[in-house]
Each structure stands twice: as structure tokens, then as C-alpha cells.
């Protein structure tokens, strides 16, 4: 009997340290986001509450503004195709990394509400935007911008969701991925993969630009990437955003919900309970679309968007 505890105790040892080899040596591919980095990477940086954000201007600072929201795990390149087309008819447009994505500083968190808040409201002041403005949020930047709007209905002109969270079942509240210890170690040896294979199938597919990959490996590359995911995943209520629905609503602040019919991610039969709490809410279904049509479907989204927009010029 002895011999045995002794060969499990040896084994388990064994892929104890098999294990953490693996995790540091994960660790040690990545690098550091610092100023030398921005540097070389380039674009248009601001600092903020929780730390610096890495964000795009175009179009005429006079014009009225619109920003883009991205979602859980693709920064703000997810915007690219859409952008052009609203800058060429005369909007300024904005968009930004989320803190823990893209160029922005990856801070230890936690990523709650708080946080995502305070980034839109860094946003809008440092870049000293006029209010009201209209908010376009896809996924969980949907749930982002009506969060916002629940808390600033002052400064909110319009939402436009596209495949919006808030109203989903939580796979995530008892997924191993979420524990602790073994939590961090899946996210930081199979996060990137796991995220990058996705986009692969995906431009294999035609259903992502042949660049989206090596964009993502670009920002992937440094670290806190995976771990601010892993940490939205622990402390952003995107599943069940109801109550904050419920004060947009009842603010009347008009919402156009876009959303493709055979959406897995976040499921379109969450339109149906959002209607039910935001009274306003106007649905540009998208038949058979997926969670992927803010760049698979984009000049189909943009041109609802912009007949969103447009309806509202003369308000």
C-alpha cells in the first residue's frame, strides 16, 4: 500500500512541476506593454483611471460623435470595416481598446462594472466630447454602453447594440475555467490559442479579414491580455444585465438592437425579455446571421447603423 501512495505522490509531483514548467514558460513568451512598446506600435494613447487606452479619431472633431464599444476578446480592430464608412458620411468616430485588450494597459482588476464605466468616462472627458452622444456596443460592449447609459442617461443620445449581452444563461458559474489557480493556468497556456484558432476557422471561412489573425497575435503577444479576460469572465455580470436595461428604458433613451437570428453566442431569443424591458427598443434582425456580423455582415451592420444614425440628425 505504501508503495502505491508513494508512486501516486512521486506522479502527482511529477505533473505538478510538468505543469507550472509549462505555465512559466507560457509567461516568459510574452512581453512587456511599456512606452518603448507604444512607441514602436504607434497610434493615439490617453490616460484614465485605471491606466492608459489606446484609441482611434477620425472624422472632423466638429462633426457629432459616435463610439465604438468592442466586445469580450477582439480589441477595437473589430471595427475596421465599419469605421470607413461612417467617418465618409460625415460622423466623427471613436473607437478604443478595452483596458486588458489591444494596446491598452492590462491592470491586475478586477474587470467589473466599475472599470468598464470609468473607461467611457475617461474617454468622453479627456477627449472633451460634446454630449449627447450615441453608443455603439457589440457583445459584451453592448452590455458595456447600456451600463453606462443606466448610470449617465444625461449624455446618451442613442444605443446601437449589435448582438448585445445581458440576457444569456452563465456557463461560467461553475466552469473549472473559472477557478482558481487552474483558472490562471488555462488562460495563460491556452488562452491565446484558443482565441486565435477561433479567428483562423473563421478567415478560413471567409467570414473574418485575412488580417484579423495577425492583428490579434500582434496585441496578444503581451501580457495581462488573457488574464483580463479571465477576470471580466469572474467579475462582469454580462449574463444578466436586466435592472440596467430597465433604467435605459424607462429613461427613453431610443435603442436600436441589431442581431442575427442564429447567433450561439449570445442568443437572439434575448431580444424578446430586452423588448420587455426597454419598451423603446427597435430590432434590425439579421436571418441566419451569427455573433460574428459586426465583420462578417459588416456593410450590412453599417448600413443599419448609419440609418440609425441618420434618423437621428435632426433631433
Known amino acids: 500500500m505504501q508503495k502505491v501512495l508513494r508512486v501516486f505522490f512521486y506522479s502527482g509531483l511529477f505533473?505538478?512541476?510538468?505543469?507550472?514548467?509549462?505555465?512559466?514558460e507560457a509567461l516568459s513568451g510574452l512581453k512587456e506593454l511599456n512606452k518603448q512598446a507604444r512607441e514602436e506600435i504607434g497610434g493615439l494613447y490617453l490616460d484614465t483611471e485605471y491606466g492608459t487606452l489606446s484609441y482611434t479619431r477620425e472624422g472632423s472633431v466638429n462633426s457629432s460623435a459616435v463610439i465604438l464599444v468592442h466586445g469580450?476578446?477582439?480589441?477595437?480592430?473589430?471595427?475596421?470595416?465599419?469605421?470607413?464608412?461612417l467617418v465618409a458620411n460625415g460622423y466623427q468616430v471613436i473607437t478604443f481598446d478595452h483596458l486588458g485588450r489591444g494596446f491598452s494597459d492590462r491592470p491586475a482588476g478586477p474587470y467589473n462594472a466599475e472599470l468598464y464605466q470609468s473607461e467611457l468616462a475617461g474617454l468622453i472627458a479627456k477627449l472633451e466630447l460634446k454630449t449627447p452622444l450615441t453608443l455603439i456596443g457589440y457583445s459584451m460592449g453592448g452590455a458595456n454602453v447600456v451600463d453606462y447609459a443606466a448610470s449617465h442617461p444625461e449624455q446618451i443620445q442613442q444605443l446601437i447594440l449589435i448582438a448585445p449581452a445581458g440576457y444569456m444563461d452563465d456557463p461560467d458559474s461553475s466552469a473549472l475555467a473559472t477557478k482558481p489557480i487552474i483558472g490562471e493556468w488555462l488562460a495563460t497556456v491556452f488562452g491565446n490559442q484558443y482565441a486565435g484558432t477561433a479567428i483562423q476557422n473563421e478567415i478560413e471561412e471567409g467570414l473574418a479579414p485575412k488580417d484579423m489573425y495577425e492583428k490579434?497575435?500582434?496585441?496578444?503577444?503581451?501580457?495581462?491580455?488573457?488574464?483580463?479576460?479571465?477576470?471580466?469572465?469572474?467579475?462582469?455580470?454580462?449574463?444578466?444585465?436586466?435592472h440596467r436595461y430597465k433604467i435605459v428604458g424607462k429613461a427613453g433613451i431610443p435603442v436600436l438592437a441589431i442581431w442575427g437570428t442564429a447567433d450561439?453566442?449570445?442568443?437572439?431569443?434575448?431580444?424578446?425579455e430586452m423588448a420587455a424591458d426597454v419598451p423603446q427598443l427597435k430590432l434590425e434582425a439579421i436571418a441566419d446571421g451569427n455573433h460574428n456580423i459586426a465583420y462578417a455582415q459588416a456593410q450590412l451592420v453599417s448600413n443599419k447603423i448609419l440609418g440609425a444614425l441618420q434618423g437621428r440628425k435632426g433631433d
Do not use: C
Open 15 to 24: 505533473l505538478l512541476v510538468i505543469s507550472l514548467g509549462v505555465y512559466l
Open 264 to 272: 450561439e453566442v449570445v442568443p437572439y431569443s434575448g431580444a424578446a
Open 216 to 242: 490579434f497575435k500582434k496585441q496578444a503577444a503581451f501580457k495581462g491580455y488573457t488574464a483580463s479576460l479571465l477576470s471580466t469572465r469572474r467579475h462582469y455580470p454580462m449574463h444578466d444585465l436586466a
Open 72 to 85: 469580450f476578446s477582439t480589441p477595437k480592430f473589430v471595427w475596421d470595416q465599419i469605421t470607413p464608412s
